[in-house]
């Protein structure tokens, strides 16, 4: 059974970078995106960066520019690295993994979810 556990969250101040990590374990598909999202309570989860097997990568517009998503295939981990964080970066983050080919950051076709780590950034 797939797992995902991210680490790396933590309290920040504005300006400041942050890394986030998603080690996943027990999945053998090769075609595969993964993504990192966050929520804010009362609001919807939203999808914020996303990379495929190929290494194709998408990003939304509110971390452009500012957050970086990467993986290991050795390590069988997922980053993120944001810099320039501002404080509407505050959020929950979460990885996911969709068993699919292409790389997109809706929430469809999500098969696993991450327990989530919060990243709080203040000014």
């Known amino acids: 059974q797939t797992q995902l556990a991210e680490s790396g969250g933590g309290s920040v101040q504005s300006g400041g970078s942050l890394r986030l990590s998603c080690a996943a374990s027990g999945y053998t598909d090769s075609n595969y995106c993964m993504a990192w999202f966050r929520q804010v309570e009362g609001k919807e989860r939203e999808g914020i960066a996303a990379i495929d097997s190929w290494g194709t990568t998408i990003y939304a517009d509110s971390v452009k520019g500012r957050f970086t998503i990467s993986q290991d295939n050795a390590k069988n981990t997922l980053y993120l690295q944001m810099t320039s964080l501002k404080p509407e970066d505050t959020a929950m983050y979460y990885c996911?993994?969709?068993?699919?080919?292409?790389?997109?950051?809706?929430?469809?076709?999500?098969?696993?979810w991450g327990q989530g780590t919060q990243v709080t950034v203040s000014s």
């Open positions: 996911a993994a969709k068993w699919i080919a292409g790389v997109s950051l809706d929430t469809t076709h999500v098969g696993n």
